[in-house]
Every structure is written in structure tokens, then in C-alpha cells.
């Protein structure tokens, strides 16, 4: 399209991720990599297969570089699409087949390996499926990775430019978020992609405003040129008149006006409208994720995922490096709780760490967190010794991960002592009253929570992955995403058994998993009786706001309703006039 042209025109898409943006477009052409075709003589085939080799381990390196960096902006869920890309990169078919055309054409490697993914990727675009259209952006994101790794091309650096821009690409991968500065990015806008889409995924996260099925985006739009995205109603408006300005300028306005008195509820009280007590933490990875200031709208932190600090150091940190960062988080928690999670390594997360084990088909369900660290006495011993030592300069609590039985709870504890026994010897400063919790998402936890609630001082539920769990959903799998339904009502009723099993045994219980965070699931939960919501700091004002806003009798009764529907759609469709009722009456 001719960057001169002005006069405006509506384009239409899909919005995935809600926002308004008005900017300069960005247009990022995706390069073709130049694959060149030469002979390999037989000596040098064993430095041929060293090289291919060597590509594959430094891309894996670099993914899950990626994802560890992502994990602190996005929450461990939504970088697990990064998951995805590790199964394409050690695909065994695409692997095997790579050596094998090598050995019999006798071509370099990187030639060999492309028309590998070339053929792949014609095979898979045969077949109309929305499941397949995205492994193969996927496999064209890894495979460019790869094929740079192997002719040493480095990967273009666009986050240099001094102003916030709107993306625009046919297709923007994942990693193309480690291109760009993240504050830099306006809106993201591409032909490809679907509701479910990794980079919808991440937009939704990162708070991006986001527009996928733009036919022909990139001779549609030029770089420079002015363009507004509304990522509510999927509407891409270019070289907007004034007119239309002015229109989003009061929609924006009024956007700007709720956040406000959301804003408004962060002084007051933690408290329903009919005076019931309640909760509200927020979910970290490291100090630096507790804004300032933040500690005197909420009541403390409510999940520090210690594994992210893990994957930063890429090793096993010691003892003293461990207490640096978990006392840096308590002290900056100004006496108020933090509940630091133990390690929830293995299995998908950073195998380079876990060389201890061997490949495994499943690492959701397989060998992690407490699995792991009750296997591994010297690595879980040094990481509770940590903790406890923090201990001394707030109230701290150990909250322990993946529990599927009381059995692990109570070896835990075993330890836990054994490590309190331990700083006494030495005579190292320690909190001797240190709660210890049970996070509850394996269905058998979940199913056994009256039991397991009697080994714990608290229980945390990590909704992720009990609903993942649940309802055999991969949420981030395409082909099965339409499944994952947080209001199926067996999830409903695990949940609330949960709460009651937690109660029946007088500890209190929180929700440290998405659900906490959804405006339209939070009146339900505090139904039910959860004590504690735990979430990223950015939804901290709306949700003390909702639940300052609700009667918890009014809740109650919701709950009631709900646990007698029989279908996800009823369920959702009640949640949401609630909802709505609510803000209708607070929201002008």
C-alpha cells in the first residue's frame, strides 16, 4: 500500500485481547533465511552432525531463556506455550529425518534440516485444522531459530526505537516478544493467528492490545503510517479521521473513569459490604515484582514462585544466595505475610536443571516440585533452610507444591524440623512458628483435602492446573482449548469441597490460580468462603473493589444457585449477570 495514501479505511479482525491504542504502525516483513546447498565430504560429517547438534541445544537454551524472562511478566501458565516450541525443536521424527537425509544426500546440514521442516510444513498446511495452522507457526518460529543458530545469523534487534509503536506482521510469533522492548509495543496487529493463538495468549497477559485476521496486513499497512486498534470490538481503523479520534478519546475516558474507582477502593478496608473479612495478596516471582507502595492496599504476597529465581540463576543457587533474595522480598513485604513456595522444578520446566532425571513422554504429571525435591534431600534442605532463615525478618510461610497426599506433606514437615534443628546448631536466627501449606491442584489432593488439611496450617488452590487436571485439558493446546471450562460443574464442586474441607479443619484457605484475578469468578469464590485471593498486581484494585462491592450474603446465595446448575454455559451466563448487576450499580 502507498505510504502516502490518507484517506481512512476500517479494516476488520478478531480482537484477543482488549485495549485501545493509537500510533505509528510498525511493519516487521519477516526475512526468509537463505539456506545454502553445498557437499559434505565424508571426514567432515562428524562436524557436520557436532554443528546440527549444537544448534539444537543453543535453541533450546535460548527458548527457555525466553520463557523464564516471560514467567515474570506473564505468570507461569501463559509462558508454558514455550512447552510447545521445546516438543518441536526435539521432535525425534524431525530430528531422525534431518540425519537421514543428511546421510544419504550427502548436503549440509542446514539445507538438510529445512527441507525437513519445508515438507512438514506443506504436509500440515493440507489439512484444515485450527489445531494444526498453529504448530505450524510454531514450526516455522523454531525452525528460523534453529537455521540462524546454525549460519550464525544474529536475530534482528527492533526494541531500539525511542517511541511506543503499534506491531504489524502476517504473523507475530512468541519470541518475537524478545525482539521488542515490551513497554514499547502500543498494539499488536497480524493476519494470522486466532483467539487461542500463543501470542494472544501473551497479549492478554501483558496487557496488549491485540487484533489477529487482518487479510493481507502488510499490503494493507506501512510502516509510519497512523492507525488506531480497538481490541475490544476487533476493529483496525487506518489514517483515522478526527471525528473517530475524538470517539475513542471519550471511550478511552471512560475506561480511564472505572479504572479510577477501582483506584478508589485500594485505601479502605479488605472487608464485603456486609462487613466479612477477606484477603486480598499479590503473585510474584522476585522482589522486584512488589510495586511501591503496594503493601498498603493489600495484605501481603500471596505466592512467590521461587523456581523462576531458579531458572534465572540457570543452576541450583545455594543456601546464602537463596536467603539474599527471599529476605529482599520480606523485608520489602514491610512485615506483612509472604508465603514463598518451594521449588516447582522438573519435568517441563528448565531440564537443563534437572539432568537428575531423564527424559520423560509426560512432564505435566511426572517428576517435579515436591516429587522432586523429596528425592533430592540436599537441594530442598538448602532451599528450607533459606526460607527459614528469612523468617527472621517477617512472617513468612511455606507453601509446598503438586502435593498428591498427606504422605508427602508429612516427610516435608519431617524436613522442615530437620532443618529448624539444623540453624539451631548453628545458631542461626529463624521464625520456630513458620506455617506450613498445602497448594491443592492434583485431583487426588483435591478429592482428599479433608485429610490432607489436617497435616497443614493453610491451603492454597492453584486453579491452573486442578482445572487443567480436571477436566484432561490442556488449555493452551488449540485443538482442546474450547474444553477448558473453569465453570464445569465438577470444577465448581471441587472448589467449594476444598473450601469446606479447609474450614471443617479451621485453617484458612486462598486461591493463588487465575480465577482469583477474573472479575466475573470472584463473587463465587467468596461465596464459597475463600479467605485469601492472591493475583498479579495489576488486578489488585478491580477485585478488592468487587469484593468490597459485594454483600457476601448476596454471595452466598450465588453460590448456592450455582452449585444446583448443570451446564457451563448456565453457570458462566449467572456469574456474569452478577457481574454485571454489580458494577451496574457502582459504574455509572
Not at 543452576?315 to 546464602?320: A, C, I, K, S, W
Not at 537463596?322 to 531440564?351: H, M, S, W
Not at 477448558?484 to 484458612?508: C, D, G, Q, S, W
Request: proline residues 4%; aromatic residues 8%.
Amino acid at each position: 500500500m502507498n505510504s502516502q495514501q490518507t484517506e481512512e479505511k476500517a479494516l476488520k479482525g478478531l480482537a484477543v485481547s482488549k485495549g485501545i491504542a493509537y500510533g505509528e504502525a510498525f511493519v516487521m516483513l519477516k526475512r526468509d533465511v537463505e539456506t545454502p546447498v553445498y557437499e559434505i565430504r565424508d571426514a567432515d560429517k562428524p562436524a557436520e552432525i557436532k554443528r546440527f547438534q549444537d544448534a539444537i541445544v543453543k535453541t533450546r537454551n535460548e527458548i527457555q531463556e525466553l520463557k523464564s524472562k516471560l514467567v515474570k511478566d506473564v505468570g507461569e501458565a501463559e509462558s508454558a506455550i514455550f512447552d510447545a516450541h521445546l516438543m518441536v525443536l526435539e521432535d525425534v521424527a524431525i530430528i531422525q529425518e534431518t540425519l537421514q537425509t543428511f546421510e544419504r544426500e550427502h548436503f549440509n546440514i542446514e539445507y538438510c534440516y529445512s527441507s525437513v521442516i519445508n515438507k512438514f510444513i506443506s504436509a500440515f498446511e493440507r489439512i484444515e485444522d485450527s489445531f494444526i495452522l498453529e504448530r505450524i507457526a510454531d514450526l516455522r518460529d523454531v525452525s528460523r531459530r534453529v537455521l540462524d543458530n546454525l549460519l550464525g545469523v544474529e536475530a534482528p534487534k527492533i526494541g531500539t526505537f525511542s517511541d511506543p509503536l503499534i506491531l504489524v506482521s502476517s504473523d507475530f510469533a512468541p519470541s518475537d516478544f524478545a525482539l521488542v522492548d515490551k513497554t514499547k509495543i502500543l498494539a499488536i496487529v497480524t493476519e494470522k493467528g486466532s483467539q487461542t493463538s500463543h501470542t494472544a495468549i501473551l497479549s492478554r497477559s501483558l496487557g496488549i492490545p491485540c487484533i489477529v485476521g487482518i487479510p493481507n496486513v502488510e499490503d494493507e499497512i506501512s510502516s509510519g503510517m497512523f492507525m488506531l486498534v480497538d481490541g475490544y470490538k476487533g476493529s483496525l481503523i487506518l489514517n483515522p479521521s478526527a471525528q473517530i479520534l475524538r470517539h475513542y478519546t471519550e471511550v478511552e475516558s471512560v475506561h480511564r473513569e472505572v479504572q479510577k474507582i477501582f483506584d478508589s477502593s485500594l485505601p479502605f478496608p479488605a472487608e464485603t459490604s456486609d462487613g466479612v473479612k477477606f484477603q486480598v495478596k499479590i503473585n510474584i516471582s522476585s522482589s522486584e515484582d512488589i510495586p511501591d507502595g503496594a503493601m498498603n492496599y493489600c495484605d501481603g504476597v500471596g505466592l512467590f514462585r521461587t523456581e523462576n529465581f531458579f531458572l534465572d540463576c540457570g543452576t541450583f543457587p545455594d543456601e546464602e544466595t537463596q536467603f539474599a533474595a527471599y529476605k529482599k522480598a520480606v523485608e520489602k513485604a514491610g512485615g506483612k505475610p509472604v508465603i514463598i513456595r518451594t521449588i516447582d522444578l522438573g519435568g517441563d520446566k528448565n531440564l537443563n536443571l534437572m539432568k537428575l532425571a531423564g527424559k520423560e513422554e509426560n512432564p505435566f504429571m511426572g517428576y517435579r516440585a515436591i516429587r522432586f525435591c523429596l528425592d533430592h534431600k540436599d537441594i530442598f534442605m538448602a532451599q528450607l533452610r533459606a526460607i527459614l532463615r528469612a523468617s527472621a525478618y517477617g512472617k513468612v510461610k511455606i507453601l509446598l507444591p503438586m502435593i498428591s497426599s498427606i504422605r508427602e506433606v508429612e516427610r516435608a514437615r519431617i524436613w522442615i524440623d530437620e532443618a529448624k534443628g539444623e540453624l539451631t546448631a548453628l545458631k542461626k536466627p529463624f521464625d520456630s512458628s513458620v506455617q506450613v501449606g498445602a497448594m491443592i491442584e492434583v485431583p487426588s489432593a483435591a478429592a482428599t483435602a479433608d485429610i490432607i488439611a489436617e497435616a497443614c496450617d493453610f491451603i492454597s488452590i492453584g486453579t491452573n492446573d486442578l482445572i487443567q487436571y480436571l477436566l484432561a485439558v490442556d488449555r493452551v493446546n488449540d485443538m482442546v482449548a474450547y474444553l477448558y471450562e473453569p465453570t464445569h460443574p465438577a470444577v465448581i464442586r471441587t472448589l467449594n469441597f476444598v473450601v469446606e474441607a479447609a474450614h471443617k479443619a479451621k485453617i484458612p484457605v486462598g486461591v493463588c490460580g487465575e480465577l482469583a484475578a477474573d472479575p466475573v469468578f470472584v463473587p463465587l469464590l467468596l461465596g464459597m468462603g475463600v479467605d485469601e485471593f492472591s493475583i498479579s498486581p495489576k488486578s489488585l484494585s478491580e477485585i478488592k473493589f468487587l469484593l468490597q462491592k459485594t454483600s457476601f450474603e448476596a454471595a452466598k446465595n450465588l453460590r448456592d444457585e450455582v452449585l444446583s446448575i448443570k451446564r457451563s454455559r448456565h453457570v458462566i451466563s449467572r456469574l456474569r449477570s452478577f457481574h454485571y448487576e454489580l458494577m451496574r450499580l457502582y459504574v455509572k
